[in-house]
């Protein structure tokens, strides 16, 4: 099976072997063979990324700590080993909010009581700048995230207490940056926002509220004209995972449409301040099937055929996604199933006779409804949002941990492990499929699996405690550890990247990388060892950088490098 995908694989590759590369900086150039104007920013065509008038497809990682670390030498020694692991494309924050001053650490934007304050200080922009000149440095692209979804504070967020205010924060926090030894720092974003600029403090505000609009089109502003010359930076990403919910409330009239035109406001703010970069959203990828469309699917006239065709071998047209046909795949994998039961002898003239499911379970499970990751329970329409004119690529990303991908399709007779196996490689192939449909490219810019040695550093996204830390009480009366084996990680990530590469993704981005041997500064987002939750399983007494359950440490490591590595073989070109 794997030889005939990997040929299968190599004759793609052969097929969009790039076109001739011109790389004069700054001029506009024509491709001859092609007639397109050539550029050395990362422009797209016809569902796939050109950098220099050649195809770039990418496997990357995620630091979005880079712009925390306490000093340069630690950002370009990261760097480096980030490159030595044969990554093209680090994703990192460009954001870094803040309601106080800390004492020590990074900070970009102060928020406070309706007010805002940048600073381009050292321990400021100043640090974003080196991020991205070292990148550049070490032939790394460096896709910037502008906010975030989630910004829980400890001690606060479980839950907020009625009518609270940022002074109130501020005094249950303690003093600055005081909790700045918990596992997941340097988050800040939305909430930060919609806590400081008074009104109702409710999470959706961000997308709808023009005050706070206007203070975050103020910060794209000052970032996206600082770096638009900048050929190593891949993109803008408007936030990570936008969606209504957070960790904060948010009101019960929030839903897909208000953040698809937080979309189309932010995306066009943004080109028109920087024109030579792409736009995407950085949203988890939940569907809508059913929703009325903001930017309803234009169907565009097929792109003229370039002579020697530089492009990737198309497979039949997908239809668009809809809640009938998820009923119709569900009622498929239902008689799939019922298939399966008869051959295992489990089903006798549709009565079960053994086995582990029954037949009215199975029944049950087809009768469901449809799942929350297609239905817009998250306030999200991926397909509305990639179709937004100023949106260059579609992104989405997969957290099986955390939230629900699965449909109709999944096989429930698998072990756990294959089922989550199997939710990412269908979400993968939707993904990939919405991108030929849309004919822009996608790219997955976020995935991992929580490791059993990982489990008591893995802190949820809305969440500021591990709930598998040392410190906490075993939930419930769980028997199976928390967590899949480092070899089944290894396992899925390859399988994951061998399937998004087949399905036609342009880029893959793994979470999240690990480093170790840091400066330590207590106070900022990289404070020395402790023995609290949180802190890296390693024995040394270096900084490591924030570990949330996906980092991969230790042994493990170069395995899992290896691994993935492996299974993007020959993907990617590399043009930084
Ligand atoms: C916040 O701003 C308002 C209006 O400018 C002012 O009245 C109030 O004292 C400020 N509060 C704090 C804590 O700075
Ligand atoms: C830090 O966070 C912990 C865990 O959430 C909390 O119990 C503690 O009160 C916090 N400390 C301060 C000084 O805010
Ligand atoms: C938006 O936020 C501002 C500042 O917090 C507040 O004064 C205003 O009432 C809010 N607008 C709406 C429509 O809620
Ligand atoms: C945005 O910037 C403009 C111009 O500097 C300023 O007048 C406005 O108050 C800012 N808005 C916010 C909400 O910070
Ligand atoms: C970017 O380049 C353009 C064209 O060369 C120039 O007009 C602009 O000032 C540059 N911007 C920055 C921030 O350097
Ligand atoms: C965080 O999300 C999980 C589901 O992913 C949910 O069960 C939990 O209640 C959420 N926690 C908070 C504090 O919102
Ligand atoms: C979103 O939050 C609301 C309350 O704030 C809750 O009722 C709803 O179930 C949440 N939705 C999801 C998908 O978590
Ligand atoms: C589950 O996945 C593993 C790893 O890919 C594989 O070896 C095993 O055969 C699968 N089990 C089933 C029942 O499909
Ligand atoms: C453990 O789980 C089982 C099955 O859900 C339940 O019946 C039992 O009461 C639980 N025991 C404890 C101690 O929580
Ligand atoms: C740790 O970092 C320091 C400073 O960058 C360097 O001199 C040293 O060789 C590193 N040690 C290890 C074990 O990598
Ligand atoms: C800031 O760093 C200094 C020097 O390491 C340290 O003494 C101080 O306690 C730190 N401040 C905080 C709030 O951690
Ligand atoms: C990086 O790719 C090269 C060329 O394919 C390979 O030889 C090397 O082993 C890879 N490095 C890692 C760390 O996997």
Redesign the pocket.
Known sequence: MFLVLWQLFCAVLAVSAASPTQTVQGVKLIDKRNNFPVSPFVTTRGGQFFVNGSVFTFVGTNAYWLQALNTEEDIDNTLAAIRAANFTVVRTWAFNDVDAIPENGTWFQLITNGTVTINDGPNGLQKLDKVVELAQKHGLYVLLSLTNNWSPIPGIDKPLPPGFNPIQIRQLQGTNGDNATLPRNALSGMDTYVRNFGGHQEHDQFYVNTTIINAFMNYTTQIASRYANHTNVFGWELANDPR??STI??S?GCEARHVTRWHSTIAKHVKSVDPNHLVSSGNQGYFCTDCPKLFPRQVAPPPPRPSPAPRVRRRRAPEPLSKAKLLKERKAAWKRERERQKRAGELLDGVKIRGRWTASQTKRQADLGTQ?AFDG??GVDSEDIINIPQIGFGSFQLFPDQFDYSSSSLDTSLPPFNQTLQIGLDWIRRHAEAGQLFNKPVSLTGFGLVTRDNAPFFVPFNGTAAPFGPDQAPPSNVTQAFGVTDEERDEAYSQWIQAGILGGLQGIIQYQWSQNNLTAVPGSAISPVSTESGQSPLPDESGHSPNDGYGILGTGQAQAIESISEASQGFGQDDA
């Open positions: 209504c919910n409330s948010t019960v929350s329970s998250h």
